[in-house]
Nanobody, 113 residues
Framework: QVRLVESGGGSVQPGGSLTLACEMP????????VGWYRQVPGKQREQVAQ???????YYRDFAQDRFTISRDSTKKMVYLQMNSLKAEDTARYFC???????WGKGTQVTVSS
């Protein structure tokens, strides 16, 4: 079964930065529509950002100006650069191939002083 693999989570202080990475099965998956989501226990999973097949990027309001989604097809990776992190960004972050409807298992991000 094809799965995506996230990495890069961890603990960081407020104001800090993290870059999450999502390993895709191959370059074609990388160049398809991919989204980053997050979920806090007891709450619904919510989309954070998305990049589509032609490179158009979409961000939720809370991610605008702080987060950047990008991709590198040569490395089969999709990234989420997160800056100016806040305590409310604490969540488990998942990547999803929107085109193929496949999820990763997620990586935990904790923002705390």
């Amino acid at each position: 079964q094809v799965r995506l693999v996230e990495s890069g989570g961890g603990s960081v202080q407020p104001g800090g930065s993290l870059t999450l990475a999502c390993e895709m099965p191959d370059a074609s998956w990388t160049m398809s529509s991919v989204g980053w989501y997050r979920q806090v226990p007891g709450k619904q999973r919510e989309q954070v950002a998305q990049i589509n097949s032609i490179g158009t990027k979409y961000y939720r309001d809370f991610a605008q100006d702080r987060f950047t989604i990008s991709r590198d097809s040569t490395k089969k990776m999709v990234y989420l650069q997160m800056n100016s992190l806040k305590a409310e960004d604490t969540a488990r972050y998942f990547c999803k191939s929107e085109t193929y409807d496949v999820w990763g298992k997620g990586t935990q991000v904790t923002v705390s002083s």
